[in-house]
């Protein structure tokens, strides 16, 4: 697998949901982002899990909010590009634990690259 090609100066930017799709591994720069809660984040070191063959693939390049809050890797907790922003009051007390664990976890270990705008 060829490794993720950085560009020189990744600044903090503002991604769509069309623009963050660009990073899914796939691209000419092979980087891997996934957003969570309005943040993006560069996941590209870790390309066996979230890389195209990697089990979690299907939050590659997308906002996988939903997705980790409710326990799922399918696609259909993914928004798609002119979908609304993940309304998270629908979610229960525990479903918002399991996030708030997820963003702690990718907080901790993956740079924050940019924002999702809806």
């Known amino acids: 697998m060829q490794e ?12 769509t949901l069309e ?4 990073f899914d591994g796939n691209g000419p720069t092979k980087l891997i982002f996934i957003g969570i809660c309005g943040k ?15 089990p979690y693939a299907s939050f590659a390049g ?6 980790l809050a409710l326990n799922s890797t399918t ?6 590009i002119n979908d609304s922003a993940p309304d998270l009051s629908t979610l ?8 708030d664990g997820w963003v702690s976890f990718f907080d901790k270990k993956y740079q924050v ?5 809806y």
């Not at 690259?113 to 705008?117: A, F, Q």
């Open 92 to 99: 229960s007390d525990k479903q918002r634990e399991a996030l």
């Open 62 to 67: 997308s906002d996988a909010t939903m997705a």
């Open 75 to 80: 696609r259909e907790f993914i928004p798609k």
């Open 113 to 117: 690259v940019g924002t999702i705008v």
């Open 40 to 54: 993006v984040y560069d996941v590209s070191e870790k390309a066996q899990f979230y890389g195209p063959e990697g």
């Open 19 to 22: 623009q963050l799709r660009d």
């Open 4 to 15: 993720p090609t950085h560009p020189s100066s990744l600044s903090i930017s503002e991604y």
